[in-house]
């Protein structure tokens, strides 16, 4: 089973990566830079890196990171600095969950969001 994080470099995500590399999952995350991630995550076999902001990601470039996925899940939030919070994107979690759920088929893929 493959899991597909967004929002992997946060303190969430950072958590949910360890906790499913830990029970023997294949993680892809799309991050926009892997220097967040742990180095022993980052030379782990199971884990793919996607280096890239999600909201600019093409939509058939996001439909490419979900295929094989069984599930995704998104960890995005804005960054607690004035810039996170008031500068642009003003709505990441929403573009963001919008953008993914219109790539997932109808079956097959779970889909949670911290921002339920
Ligand atoms: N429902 C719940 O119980 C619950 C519990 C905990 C947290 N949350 C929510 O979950 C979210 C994440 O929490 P957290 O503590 O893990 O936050 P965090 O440590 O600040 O992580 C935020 C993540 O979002 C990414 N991000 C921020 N702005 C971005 C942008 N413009 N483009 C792409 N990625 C962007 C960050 O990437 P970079 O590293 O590249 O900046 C980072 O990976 C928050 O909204 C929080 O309120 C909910």
């Given at each position: ?5 967004v ?23 799309i ?22 902001s999600v909201l ?40 963001a ?20």
């Amino acid at each position: 089973m493959t899991t597909l994080v967004v929002g992997a470099s946060g303190a969430t995500g950072r958590l949910l990566v360890e906790q499913l590399r830990n029970r023997g999952q294949k993680v892809k995350v799309i991050v926009r830079s892997s220097d967040k991630l742990p180095e022993a995550l980052k030379s782990n076999d199971n884990l793919t890196v996607i280096c890239a902001s999600v909201l600019e990601l093409s939509d058939v470039e996001i439909s490419q990171h979900v295929n094989g996925c069984r599930a995704v899940a998104s960890c995005l939030g804005h960054n607690l600095s004035l810039k996170g919070i008031y500068g642009q994107p003003r709505r990441i979690v929403t573009d963001a969950t919008r953008r993914l759920c219109n790539a997932i088929p109808c079956q097959g893929i779970d889909f949670t969001s911290l921002n339920d």
